[in-house]
């Protein structure tokens, strides 16, 4: 009777150990899905924007219309693209539920994790994956993010998933069609907020690392390109309102206000309470973490560990 027994536990270890990854990660998405969920309905914020935005999602699923731009921005005269509103519409669509555009940024949330598990395994391994999944699921900024909707919370699975891209793109031979996948996601990140814009340093450095980089860089330019089409079709019939808005700002308009700024803010104050927020530690364990990770990278560059 007991060799039946221990042949059934050494199996069941085996298995574990061939699929803990795998298990590991369910859990995590499972204790995702309650940090979303769990009482939801309750948990959700009316202000003026989420209204808006899930008016928009409702009733562009309802009449089947698809704006042409999206909301405007709180810094200039100027608005965003139409995807984020495409996404509400299509997931309402699909759903039929009222709470159809707040449950999807819990979908969003979810993706977020198994994002970072596929980008930690592509840089290390697969308990690499686990250990950055663990800090997405337990994040208070992406958890916050799952629950209030707006469009800045959707950026962070687009650009995991633009990241993601990259670095199957530079370490794989792989088809130049991932590279306007690389693009369209990209293109809808930038689409939903403007602060994406600092992801085109990624197909800058995959111009300069790939090999056949010229056909990878047209995959990728005409994969960004379609996803500003319906804004592109709005300013040519508006008097090119949103790029002219959008131009002045950059040039004159974001100095019209004073914002005492230097590098010891940013560094200082900025950074370890960003860095709390998204790990979930105090500030000061937040810059002590900063501290001893730059000392790591510093000292793996020195002794060549780090990949390009």
């Known amino acids: 009777m007991l060799n039946p027994f221990l042949n059934n536990v050494g199996l069941f270890i085996r298995l574990f150990k061939k699929n803990y990854h795998a298990l590991f990660l369910i859990i995590l998405l499972a204790i995702g899905c ?21 008016v928009v999602g409702i009733y562009g699923a309802k009449e089947l219309q698809f704006p042409m731009i999206g909301s405007f921005s709180s810094t200039g005269p100027y608005t965003f693209g139409p995807w984020y509103f495409y996404q509400l519409i299509a997931f309402s669509f699909i759903t039929k539920s009222f709470y159809a555009p707040w449950i999807y940024l819990g979908v969003a949330y979810l993706a ?3 994002a970072l598990f596929k980008i930690g395994q592509l840089i290390e391994d697969r308990d690499f994956g686990l250990i950055l999944a663990a800090l997405g699921t337990f994040s208070p900024a ?15 699975v687009f650009a995991l998933l633009s990241v993601l891209l990259f670095i199957k793109i530079i370490k794989k031979d792989v088809s130049y069609w991932w590279s306007f996948l690389f693009g369209l996601i990209l293109g809808i990140s930038i689409n939903i ?6 992801l085109l ?9 790939k090999k056949k980089k010229i056909k990878y860089s047209l995959y990728f330019t005409f994969g960004i390109f379609l996803t500003f089409i319906p804004l592109l079709i709005f300013d040519a019939n508006n008097h090119w309102f ?14 019209l206000i004073y914002v005492p700024n230097r590098w ?25 973490m900063m501290i001893c990770s730059g000392f790591i990278i510093a000292y793996q560059i020195f002794k060549r560990k780090i990949y390009k």
Do not use: C
Request: charged residues 15%.
């Open 34 to 54: 309650i940090f979303a969920f769990y009482k939801f309905p309750y948990r959700y914020n009316l202000d003026d924007e989420v209204i808006r935005d899930v």
């Open 112 to 114: 977020s994790i198994l």
């Open 193 to 198: 907020h403007y602060q994406a814009l600092s």
């Open 242 to 255: 949103n790029l002219k808005n959008f131009t002045y700002y950059i040039l004159h308009g974001k100095n």
């Open 264 to 288: 010891l803010f940013y560094i200082r104050d900025f950074w370890p309470s960003y860095w709390g927020d998204v790990i979930g530690v105090r500030n000061i364990i937040a810059l002590i």
């Open 142 to 156: 992406l958890i916050i993010g799952s629950t209030h909707l707006t469009n800045p919370n959707l950026i962070t």
């Open 201 to 209: 340093i990624l197909p800058v450095l995959m111009l300069i690392n």
